[in-house]
């Protein structure tokens, strides 16, 4: 997000200006992807203000209230899901569920002894969403610097080697597979909400 103008003694660290990267060839998905900021609770003095809380609290809500969108909801493994504003707002925009998908980050910063409440999730044996939840595994700083592995690579050698991680669906671990169950909710999702789009122009 941009950085807006000085308000008072801090400057605004967040604006409603939107950056667009647009990626086209014949081999690319036709969708687009909204990463907006999370929602904060507390002010940082010299860097956010109350107004930015409002702003960002509007521009969050503005994007996940459209009904024509897909909601991903990003909740690190480990942080407690009860206590994430994000999936309650979800649920709360989404009763029926029909449109958001949640996603699990950071799987390797899980405590150990606490995988199991994550795997919970996976399986939708807690905290059960529609669509369910899907578990990515970005790489760490070092990792970022090593230039003789992709992050794909990094990523499929440890749902592949490391445990418990190594248990799941395959279909619900992995960036790889998490394209083909987007192309999937978004085929679904399009198909209903089509005619709503179409009665809208015609009329």
Excluded at 28 to 52: A, N, Y
């Amino acid at each position: 997000m941009g950085v807006g103008p000085a308000k008072g003694t801090a400057q605004s660290a967040f604006s409603k200006d939107v950056l667009v990267l647009e990626i086209a060839g014949p081999s690319q998905e036709h969708f687009s992807v909204i990463d907006v900021p999370g929602t904060f609770k507390r002010t940082t003095q010299g860097l956010t203000t109350k107004d930015d809380i409002a702003l960002v609290d509007n521009m969050v809500q503005g994007y996940m209230a459209n009904p024509r969108s897909v909601m991903l909801v990003v909740v690190p493994c480990n942080a407690d899901i009860a206590t994430q504003e994000v999936v309650e707002l979800a649920e709360d925009l989404d009763p029926d569920g029909d449109r958001t998908l949640g996603i699990l980050t950071k799987p390797d910063l899980v405590d150990k002894g606490a995988e199991n409440d994550v795997i919970k999730l996976i399986e939708g044996k807690q905290h059960r969403l529609k669509l369910g939840w899907h578990l990515l595994r970005n790489p760490g700083q070092a990792e970022l610097l090593d230039q003789t592995k992709t992050r794909n690579a990094i990523e499929e050698a440890f749902f592949n080697q490391v445990g418990p991680w190594n248990t799941l669906d395959k279909e619900k671990v992995g960036v790889k597979s998490l394209r083909c169950r987007l192309q999937e909710i978004l085929a679904i999702h399009i198909r209903r909400e089509f005619p709503k789009v179409r009665s809208n122009i015609l009329f």
